[in-house]
């Protein structure tokens, strides 16, 4: 149950059209988003839409589209768009920074205006329409301004819960009007525990980084949510999954919340870097880190740069080091209080404190203006999890580039995934790096050539190699910071 000593209450939000719409622009890589091939499998699959125009949606959608700057969908979107308007469930995979915010937001507010979908106030329980969950509170707090943004001047009406804010501020939201909840697992039951949700009305469910939704940490409040009184069955909602990386048993146990005849959209290679990042990887031994990441520091400048390490303890501790070298830093992790963490985050977009330490609490989704530079000072010991971290850099067609500190002695296991990524990705492969990967063991199907573009979608029975052990790496890497995830 919420935490009921929690009294935050975050600053309201500004109701400036140029706060709402505020954006930056996509880089000079946006238009090569159209050479990623897309797969899409699965029976018949409707025709993608090559603009926006094509999806016929109401006019304040595109006004509010023009006023996010957006010209031309992109490839996720493209597809995306009319397989969820079609009504079909969907289990996407894109990569990082390729707007699939806004594939699954557009269709469902359209269907939602089509059918005069309208916010009421005077009910003691609230039924959504549409519920979206995401694994960490800046994530889901973002993903609902994306919604808030895309809504504005509807009588469609976006609420976010997450914890570590006061839960009676979160009901008397809620209470308020809610068509589109936005919510973090462990508020989202306590809400719905407490009687102020029913789901009767429920016909969108959405997963956001749905492989992560779906691992061990949260498949059990996933399994509670949809077998919560009042949920419809899959055959009578829409199931929406969106990730930039799919292990392969993830998606096995994913068809469990879709529908049989679900379509699966690949745009380019499941679980493949964003080759927008320019990825180079340093090798290090535990005791000469600090020192060169002081010396990455020097050549990023003021530039924005988040820092990721292994462990909470870690993030305060070089975050400290930073700070007495001068360096304006932040950090977020899941032991900081929540307005900590808002402020952090807030300090960093807005360039105050330029470098961000972070644990895997920031790996995903996050969407910050001008972030040129990650380093993973310690690497995670689940290659997705690396996709998501260097992913938080060359968003929307912009240029980004992420330094990897590889200590043999610690990171050997992840060697031969790490070549497999940087070849994926046309990234140069060091020889020591390609040598250790060679010598790792444990690990199967070490072919940084083979990572083919078919057989994504696990019902083709595909010859896509992930490490045997992914998921339970996931698993046990998660649990260093498993607090991380509400
Ligand atoms: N068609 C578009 N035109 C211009 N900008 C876009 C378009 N679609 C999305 N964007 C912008 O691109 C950025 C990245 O989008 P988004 O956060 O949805 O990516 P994502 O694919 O969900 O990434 P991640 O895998 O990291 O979660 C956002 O700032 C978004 O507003």
Same mark, same amino acid.
């Given at each position: 149950m919420g935490n009921p000593d929690v009294t935050y209450v975050p600053e309201a939000l500004?109701?400036?059209?140029?706060?709402?719409?505020? *954006?930056?622009?996509?880089?000079?890589?946006?238009?090569?988003?159209d050479d990623i091939l897309v797969d899409v499998s699965g029976s018949n699959p409707p025709k993608a839409i090559m603009g +926006?125009?094509? $999806?016929?949606? /109401?006019?304040?959608?595109?006004?509010?589209?023009? &006023?996010?700057?957006? %010209? &031309?969908?992109?490839?996720?979107?493209? *597809? !995306?768009?009319?397989?969820?308007?079609?009504?079909?469930?969907?289990m996407a995979c894109a990569q990082t920074g390729s707007g699939k915010t806004a594939a699954f937001l557009l269709p469902i507010l359209q269907q939602l205006m089509v059918d005069g979908v309208a916010a009421s106030q005077f009910s003691e329980i609230q039924e959504p329409e549409v519920i979206i969950v995401a694994p960490t509170r800046e994530l889901i707090n973002q993903i609902y301004m994306e919604a808030r943004k895309f809504a504005h001047g509807t009588c469609v009406r976006?609420?976010?819960?997450?914890?570590?804010?006061?839960?009676? *501020?979160?009901?008397?939201?809620?209470? %308020?009007? /809610?068509?589109?909840?936005?919510? #973090?697992?462990?508020? @989202?039951?306590?809400?719905?525990?407490?009687?102020k949700i029913g789901l009767s009305k429920l016909r969108y469910l959405v997963l956001d980084e749905a492989d992560r939704m779906l691992d061990m940490g949260f498949e059990p409040a996933m399994r509670k949510l949809v077998?919560?009184?009042?949920?419809? $069955? &899959?055959e009578d909602r829409q199931t929406l999954m969106f990730s930039a990386t799919y292990p392969e048993d993830i998606q096995k146990l994913a068809a469990d919340f879709l529908k049989k005849d679900y379509l699966f959209l690949a745009v380019g290679v499941v679980g493949g870097a964003c080759s927008d990042v320019e990825q180079v990887v340093v090798?290090?031994?535990? +005791?000469? &880190?600090?020192?060169? @990441?002081?010396?990455? @520091? %020097?050549?990023?400048?003021?530039?924005? #740069?988040?820092? +990721?390490?292994?462990?909470?303890?870690? $993030?305060?501790?070089?975050? #400290?080091f930073l700070c007495q070298e001068k360096v304006n830093t932040t950090s977020i992790h899941g032991d900081r209080e929540q307005r900590e963490r808002e402020q952090a985050l807030g300090d960093f977009r807005s360039g105050r404190c330029p470098v961000l330490v972070a644990t895997s609490v920031a790996a995903r989704g996050l969407d910050i203006k001008d972030v040129q530079h990650i380093v993973n000072f310690?690497?995670?010991?689940?290659?997705?999890e690396y996709v998501h971290r260097i992913g938080r850099t060359g968003r929307?067609?912009? #240029?980004?580039?992420?330094? /990897? +500190?590889?200590?043999?002695?610690?990171? !050997?296991? @992840?060697?031969?995934?790490?070549?497999k990524v940087l070849s994926g990705a046309q990234q140069e492969v060091p020889k020591w790096l390609e040598e250790a990967a060679f010598s790792a063991h444990g690990t199967t199907g070490f072919n940084p050539g083979g990572r083919t573009f078919a057989s994504t979608d696990s019902r083709k029975g595909g010859s896509f190699q992930r490490d045997g052990a992914s998921h339970l790496a996931a698993a046990l890497s998660s649990g260093a910071d498993d607090d991380e995830w509400e």
């Open positions: 500004c109701e400036k059209e140029s706060s709402i719409f505020a *954006h930056y622009e996509s880089g000079i890589n946006f238009d090569k988003y +926006f125009e094509e $999806a016929a949606l /109401c006019e304040s959608l595109n006004r509010n589209i023009s &006023k996010s700057g957006y %010209k &031309k969908p992109t490839p996720v979107q493209k *597809h !995306g768009i009319p397989i969820i308007a079609a009504g079909r469930d969907l976006p609420v976010v819960v997450y914890g570590g804010i006061s839960t009676g *501020h979160t009901i008397r939201e809620i209470l %308020k009007g /809610c068509n589109v909840l936005c919510a #973090t697992p462990g508020r @989202l039951m306590d809400i719905i525990g407490r009687g077998g919560s009184p009042g949920m419809p $069955a &899959k090798q290090v031994t535990k +005791f000469s &880190k600090r020192d060169q @990441l002081l010396e990455v @520091l %020097k050549t990023t400048g003021s530039e924005r #740069t988040m820092v +990721f390490v292994e462990t909470k303890r870690q $993030a305060d501790f070089i975050a #400290t310690d690497l995670p010991n689940n290659i997705d929307c067609g912009n #240029t980004g580039r992420a330094v /990897c +500190f590889f200590d043999p002695e610690a990171d !050997g296991n @992840l060697a031969r995934s790490l070549v």
